[in-house]
Nanobody, 117 residues
Framework: QVQFVESGGDLVQAGGSLRLSCAASGSTSTINVIGWYRQAPGKLRELVAGFGLDGVISYADFVQGRFTISRDNAKNMVYLQMNSLKPEDTAVYYC???????????WGQGTQVTVSS
């Protein structure tokens, strides 16, 4: 079983920065991927950034070089540094672990990011 607790979401003005954190506990198989997703009201949940099976990082097109995903395995933490935030970045941000062996997804409860004009 895996549990995630996201934090760091806040109200910020356009152009500002936030650093989201995800604290993980529990365990799964070693064949997994981890990343950040977001969901705005009335929209589908979408991938923001993630680590692949070999640690290769991918970003959504809308990131446009503004965000950086990182992790600290020793502390069981995953981070998302977000710079140059835009109002359209407003959403609930979730960390996710996908167990590629069992094909199960584990989600945190999310942290709210609100970017004002």
């Amino acid at each position: 079983q895996v549990q995630f607790v996201e934090s760091g979401g806040d109200l910020v003005q356009a152009g500002g920065s936030l650093r989201l954190s995800c604290a993980a506990s529990g365990s799964t198989s070693t064949i997994n991927v981890i990343g950040w997703y977001r969901q705005a009201p009335g929209k589908l949940r979408e991938l923001v950034a993630g680590f692949g099976l070999d640690g290769v990082i991918s970003y959504a097109d809308f990131v446009q070089g503004r965000f950086t995903i990182s992790r600290d395995n020793a502390k069981n933490m995953v981070y998302l540094q977000m710079n140059s935030l835009k109002p359209e970045d407003t959403a609930v941000y979730y960390c996710n672990l996908h167990d590629a062996w069992t094909k199960r997804d584990y989600w945190g409860q999310g942290t709210q990011v609100t970017v004002s004009s």
